[in-house]
């Protein structure tokens, strides 16, 4: 018996949400761990462009937030943002040199938790502090490094939905 | 032709996922802890937590040992420095014994409540919160321990934070470390009283509202104050001060303190189970 295709990316998600909460989160560097489930975005939008992107933001986001003290909905709102431009600046990167991604990555997450604390901090919590340097920093460092494995995981797990329409919308 | 299509549906989807994640967090935050969605996290949480469980105990020698080689330096030096404390703690036990047992007679004349008779309930922290925004940490009690939110945590060095939210087999507390934290206090000695905010990362909480005439010495313990509709019970120790400076001019001290527990590598704590008068 064959495995569903469909549930590559439920599977995938839940690893993910595993990962980021039981070993990344212990995983820190002044402080900041990686922030996969963001990378997840990236990832999308670099495979699979931005429709992808957006989504696997949104469902990665919103999935996260479920276990994050933050009002549920703002992860999912700015990974589906983070998601969705790198598809559009970004569609078929992965065919240029191994580097691109990576840098890719960084510059997107640091954006990433740019938007994060700015819309956080329309929401009252207070996330413009002067640590948000070292986190943006950080997790652009690290989260560049594990690029090319959340690359590798959101291909795999789009890879049910290769045979039909290609890939990169 | 084409292009510009495929280009509206793109920006289709973009908006009806940013709407639905808009809507999501209206909602939740309008709800404020008790909506509908509130119930869904919690249902998440209390599913999720055995397996995290099973994968934190597979997980936690290889992430003890990388912290170990991250933070060889740190080690050595603490170390150092623990020794030096624990002499200095075995004098102050001595001289601390008397002082308790009179203080002890003082609170019960008074009828003032003391952290140390409260009844706790003891947990593990299973892990920090995966967001490197908020200062919290997750344990591995809730409401089928009868925690609540309000309840301050502490462990025997001091005050740790208060849960923030509870589900039935976990809570989370929130650090007083973390920006959004506020904590009455007073210093030991002069018995001033203050509010310690938190300043984020592994920041010393700064210290407001002390007045520029009241002399504050380095290293003077500061208690929780406990006053009238306070967040935590009184004589709480929340940790030392580092520094005390008065610009000229200044209506209130720059005063910075260290917090008594190591906030980074918390393992277990203790739940007081009292919560905040109305």
Known sequence: ???????????????ALLLQTSVLARMRIFGVMPDFMLLLAVAGGITAGPIRGATLGFASGM????FLPTPLGLSALVF??????????????????????VLTAAAACIAGEILYALIGSVLGEPMLT?????????????????APVAVKLVSWSLGSLKSGAPLAS | MAVYRKSRRHRFVLVLLA?????VLTLDYRGAGDGALESVRRSARDAFAPVQSAADRVVSPVAGFFNTITHYGDLKSENAKLRRQLDEARADAIRGADADRERQGLLELQGLDYAGGLASVPARVVSNAPTNFQLTVTIDRGSDAKLAVGMPVVTNAGLVGRITSVSKL????????????????????SG???VAKGAGGRQPLPLDLIDTTVPVPEGEPVVTSGLEKGLFPAQIPVGRVRSAKSAP?????????????????LEFVRVLLWTPSP
């Open chain 2, 19 to 23: 709407l639905t994640s808009i809507t």
């Open chain 1, 130 to 146: 002067a640590h948000l340097v070292t986190i943006a920093l950080v997790v652009g460092v690290t989260n560049g490094v594990l």
């Open chain 1, 1 to 15: 018996m064959r495995e569903d295709p469909r549930l590559r990316m439920p599977v995938m998600l839940l690893a």
């Open chain 1, 63 to 66: 999935l996260i937030d479920l």
């Open chain 1, 80 to 101: 589906t943002f983070v998601g969705y431009g790198v598809g559009v600046a970004n569609t078929g990167v992965l065919r240029s040199a191994w580097y691109i991604p």
């Open chain 2, 249 to 265: 001019g200044a209506l209130q001290q720059d005063i910075e303190i260290d917090p008594s527990v190591d906030l980074v590598s």
């Open chain 2, 192 to 194: 001033e009283q203050g």
């Open chain 2, 170 to 189: 976990r809570s989370t507390v929130l650090l007083i470390t973390d920006p959004s934290s506020n904590v009455g206090v007073r210093l030991a000695t």
